[in-house]
């Protein structure tokens, strides 16, 4: 089985000077002025979870999706017994897509999801190991499916399954990760080589969400200080936020030298652990809506972990003049 990034790939990486970090909050994530249009969010694992119910609860605000070692939207309806024994195992049998489309057609109607016009224009990349003891390859598969129904155009839909690879980020992430954002970007052409860009550390406390971390990172091309770069949201499974392995995958996802050479700002939010989320996932079975709501509404628009999200790439959206 071939090595990878991930929540079981064994990573031992030092947290180096993160403690003395955070004595000093950083600074706020700044106003870039990346273009709304141009927007694509991407995750693995947990992170891949959240991907998708952002692109479908905004799918207005995106132009692409991209989703590593995850199944399909919905798949927990809320409930962790689901999220456990359905949606990582099959052990109560594969989730329904027609039940799972009904649960969507009902937020719909209460107008907590994007329309289908929209989410019909989406370009989407999935991607699984089939080695995969985590999530099982079926799951991706299903996702795979349930993209190709709502999609405009089976050409929009790009699926990769890697026979060696088990679970998490490849360990191939410049191959991957540029394989994923060249298909959802096919009319980006590569910009001469520019120097290096900047990973930056950012304070989170301005989008404030259960389960976010106090600070996530930007890489910042050089060319994209002064605006009209596109951006490219991407989330970290479980055991890969900064609280386990640093910056480790904001700095080794591969996603930031296809940023430099195409003037693409990425975005690395940062969920925490806790006693209702251990392993520092993201919310993609309820965990940080409130206890007194039956059903948690984090995949929809009033999600409270998914609205934080979209204000960060609202703030990148911002024109660097704006004050504030």
């Not at 693995?44 to 399909?72: C, I």
């Not at 409930?79 to 009902?106: F, H, W, Y």
């Not at 002064?226 to 949201?233: D, E, K, P, R």
Request: with cysteine.
């Amino acid at each position: 089985m071939a090595p990878w990034l991930g929540v079981v790939a064994g990573l031992l990486v030092p947290l180096s000077s993160a403690a003395a970090e955070e004595a000093i909050p950083p600074p706020a994530l700044p106003a870039l002025g990346t273009v709304a249009d141009q927007a694509s969010v991407v995750g693995v694992s947990s992170g891949g979870y959240m991907a998708t119910q952002l692109a479908v609860a905004w799918p207005e605000r995106f132009h692409g999706l991209g989703v590593l070692a995850a199944g399909p939207w919905g798949c927990a309806q809320g409930k962790l017994s689901l999220a456990l024994n359905q949606c990582m195992m099959t052990r109560v049998g594969e989730p329904s897509l027609a039940v799972l489309d009904e649960r969507r057609a009902d937020y719909q109607s209460r107008g907590q999801l994007g329309e289908d016009a929209a989410l019909s224009r989406l370009r989407a990349f999935v991607w699984h190991g089939q080695q995969d003891d985590v999530i099982e390859p079926v799951l991706g598969d299903l996702l795979a499916e349930q993209l190709d129904q709502w999609l405009a155009s089976s050409d929009q839909l790009k699926v990769e399954r890697d026979e060696q690879a088990g679970h998490g980020w490849p360990k191939a992430a410049d191959k991957v990760a540029g394989d994923m954002l060249d298909w959802l970007y096919p009319e980006r052409r590569a910009e001469q080589a520019s120097a290096a860009g900047e990973l930056r550390a950012f304070d989170q406390s301005d989008f404030e969400a259960r389960g976010l971390a106090d600070s996530g990172y930007v890489y910042v091309p050089e060319a994209c200080t002064a605006g009209g770069c596109g951006a490219t949201l991407a989330l970290h499974g479980c055991q890969m936020s900064a609280e386990t392995l640093g910056d480790t995958f904001a700095r080794n996802s591969g996603l930031n030298a296809w940023a430099d050479a195409h003037d693409e700002v990425v975005l690395y939010p940062q969920a925490e652990s806790s006693l209702a989320n251990p392993q520092g996932c993201w919310d993609w079975w309820g965990f940080a809506e409130s206890s007194w709501q039956l059903y948690p509404l984090h995949d929809t628009r009033d999600g409270t972990q998914a609205g934080a999200l979209l204000d960060m790439l609202g703030r990148l959206q911002e024109s660097p003049d704006t004050p504030r």
